[in-house]
């Protein structure tokens, strides 16, 4: 809650002034939870992703929404059920209830999520075996399910399905609900437990079950806790690690199998921020986001190969910027900086998230978790720039256009590494461009006619910076020229493009004479575009078909005025016809129309803009090879031109020469157009592509053709 305060004064001195209280949601910081067999993301928009089988009958290879839950600011897994904390303090649960663990006072078990009962307040919870605990702001801690080894701490064994405050606690600020014991972290360092203690786990020094709370002994500084199957962790605030309990799998990390009836201190780790306990196995994350594993690996839990146990932590390979972690009954979750879930493990119902059934010791991308900023659609390769301003790529790479470094290609996206920070990406017919927020410029592919701007014909497997222009705004690709629009509106171009009397081009990035005040910029296979801050646009090039829009054919190196066109907003170059989007919401096409590309009912050429009638409150543009695609302000797509492949999206394989509605999207937000598919954004972040698919540029994890729109397996 904030209070302000609005004074305003008139022309003659005279004010008023008034307060108000405004409320509002707080951002959640993403983080993950591993259950038994399934797992839950939390997204920065307060969403909640489950993939996995909850135990009810629901499973799902890869993640889905909890359609029923926002403004969610906490989630916890058990193993069969599931725990959501919204950001007005009321908890939520579903999923399996034998024993009463969602709180609704019942034991029927739940697909979508129910209020727990009775709670208000509540600033953290966690999920048990099948109790869970809830913390309240005021510092009290609250049970219910199984309560059969006293883990509720009423003093009781009497199973609840709705909370009971746990006996002799207070000031507690955070809560620990293990296998069958719970643990709690007090204010002031000290660590509290209660429950089953059959192996030391309650860290008393005995094996005495306890329903009621006791301090662990030895402990202080304390300012992170967790407990696994029957042994339990704690983070001191110097970095150092302690567990006791249960050891048979080597989950206390010390090198042996024995148990501890008492805390000890983990050698070897240090400088540790977050600890994770699974039922046999645990994990650590490093202030540098470095993450460390021990214990049972069966499964490759540990991110070791399979048969081997580590009894020592050891770091988990392939993970950098780590910062969140969980660990489940048999497998592990990482949450990275850039917005990825990354995960390991048992996957026999799916909870890794990767779309197949398959373990994993090597943590693997979990998809569809993180939110799709922007796309591109080159001729047979298709990226995305990903909400932490990663680029990731799919589709074609036989010149090594997914910048991976390698040149086999992907049906599934995978990332760009080393790169960062990235604003915008530009495809050409087989090559990259990156530009990342310095303003610097990237290339990689092919290079056979400088299109890459490094100076050389060399085809590029990694990423090289176009160094001979700087403070880039904007670029371009298509075929084999790149452009590139400067902050002082001026054009640079390098490539190659082909004219009535041959090859024009160079190797390193020349300014595009005659050129100011530029805003937009855009590239065919031949031809160029650019708009201009007073409206209007420009072109050069290949004017076969008339793609320039002067009314001639006549091909100019130095940009000419396209007739008739004003208080113009976007323009498209395609293969060899152009569009432009007024201020007014309509939308002009110009060049080649043998497939109907210009969308005026037609196939005749034009080397002047027509208006494409049926078209209003267009908002963007898209032009392909062949074919166009508008975005409606209605969040509606609509395509023309051709449709070989499908790329129209209507479910046929017919060329429209008026624009049809792409079948079955809405909440578009952007758009894009490939050589033969179309691709398009919606407003939840999910990418969403359709029509050749021979290398993959789909990116559904096939190379079939797509007549409706798929969704692009994204991370």
Request: with cysteine.
């Amino acid at each position: 809650m904030a209070t302000i305060t609005v004074s305003v004064t008139n022309g003659v001195g005279l004010s008023v002034s008034k307060t108000f209280d405004v409320s509002g949601n707080p951002c959640p910081t993403p983080t993950v939870s591993a259950g038994g067999v399934h797992s839950l993301a939390l997204r920065a928009d307060g969403t909640v992703w489950t993939w996995g089988s909850d135990g009810t009958g629901m499973s799902h290879l890869e993640p889905v929404q909890v359609a029923e839950l926002n403004s969610v600011v906490a989630v916890a897994a058990g193993p069969n059920y599931s725990l959501a904390l919204r950001s007005d303090g009321i908890l939520w649960a579903w999923g399996l209830n034998r024993y009463g663990q969602l709180g609704d006072g019942t034991t029927t078990s739940r697909v979508t999520p129910v209020r727990v009962s009775g709670l208000t307040g509540i600033v953290a919870m966690s999920a048990g075996t099948n109790h869970a605990l809830a913390l309240r702001g005021d510092g009290s801690v609250w049970a219910w399910g199984s309560n059969s080894f006293g883990q509720l701490g009423d003093g009781t064994t009497v199973d609840l399905s709705t909370p009971v405050q746990v006996s002799g606690l207070s000031n507690v600020i955070v809560v620990a609900a293990a296998g069958t014991h719970s643990l709690a972290l007090g204010r002031d360092g000290s660590v509290w437990a209660w429950g089953d203690n059959s192996s030391g786990q309650l860290g008393d020094g005995t094996t005495a079950q306890r329903p009621t709370a006791i301090q662990v002994s030895g402990l202080s500084s304390i300012v992170g806790i967790d407990g696994g199957g029957n042994y339990s962790v704690a983070l001191r605030s110097d970095g150092t690690v302690w567990t006791w309990g249960v050891n048979d799998f080597g989950q206390l990390g010390d090198g042996t199998t024995t148990n501890r009836l008492t805390p000890a201190q983990l050698s070897g780790l240090s400088s540790i921020t977050a600890v994770s306990a699974g039922e046999n196995h645990c994990l650590a994350l490093r202030s540098d986001g470095s993450v460390w594993a021990w214990g049972a690996n069966y499964f490759g839990e540990t991110g070791t190969v399979v048969p081997a146990e580590p009894l020592t932590p050891g770091q988990v390979a392939g993970l950098d910027n780590i910062t969140a972690i969980d660990a489940g009954l048999a497998h592990s979750l990482a949450f990275r900086s850039d917005g990825a879930v990354l995960a390991w493990g048992a996957n026999t119902s799916g909870q890794l998230g990767d779309g197949l059934p398959s373990l994993r010791s090597i943590p693997s991308q979990v998809a569809g978790v993180t939110t799709a900023l922007s796309i591109g659609a080159g001729g047979e390769h298709s990226m995305a720039i990903l909400a932490g301003q990663t680029l990731w790529g799919w589709g074609a790479n036989g010149k090594g256009q997914l910048g991976n470094g390698m040149n086999l290609e992907s049906p599934t996206p995978i990332r760009v590494p080393d790169l960062f920070n990235v604003v915008a990406v530009a495809l050409g017919r087989e090559y990259s461009l990156a530009l990342l927020s310095s303003g610097t410029l990237w290339g990689w592919g092919a290079n056979s006619a400088g299109q890459l701007g490094d100076g050389t014909t060399t085809d590029g497997l990694t990423l090289h910076q176009v160094t001979q222009v700087d403070s880039v705004i904007g670029i371009a690709a298509s075929g084999e020229q790149s452009l590139a629009l400067r902050s002082d509106g001026t054009v640079w171009s390098w490539g190659r493009i082909y004219l009535s009397s041959g090859a024009s081009g160079n190797l390193t990035p020349a300014q595009v004479a005659g050129l100011s005040g530029i805003t937009a910029i855009s590239a065919g296979a031949h031809h160029s575009l650019a708009l201009k801050n007073d409206g209007t646009v420009w072109a050069w090039g290949f004017n076969f078909s008339g793609r320039l829009g002067d009314g001639t054919t006549t091909d100019s190196l130095a940009p000419v005025k396209v007739s008739g066109l004003t208080n113009v907003t976007s323009i498209a170059a395609g293969g060899g016809h152009s569009l432009a989007l007024k201020s007014d919401g309509t939308v002009w096409a110009w060049g080649d129309n043998g497939s109907g590309q210009l969308g005026n009912g037609t196939l005749v050429s034009r080397p002047v803009p027509v208006h494409i009638v049926g078209l209003s409150s267009i908002t963007a543009i898209a032009a392909g090879e062949g074919h166009s695609l508008a975005l409606q302000s209605d969040g509606t797509v609509w395509a023309w031109g051709s449709n070989f492949a499908s790329q129209v999206g209507d479910g046929t394989t017919i060329d429209r020469i008026v624009p049809v509605k792409v079948s079955g999207l809405d909440g578009v937000i952007s758009i894009a157009a490939g050589g033969m598919h179309s691709m398009a954004i919606r407003s939840d972040g999910t990418a969403w592509a359709w029509g050749s698919s021979s290398y993959g540029q789909l990116g559904d994890g096939t190379t079939s053709r797509r007549l409706l729109p798929v969704r692009s397996r994204l991370p």
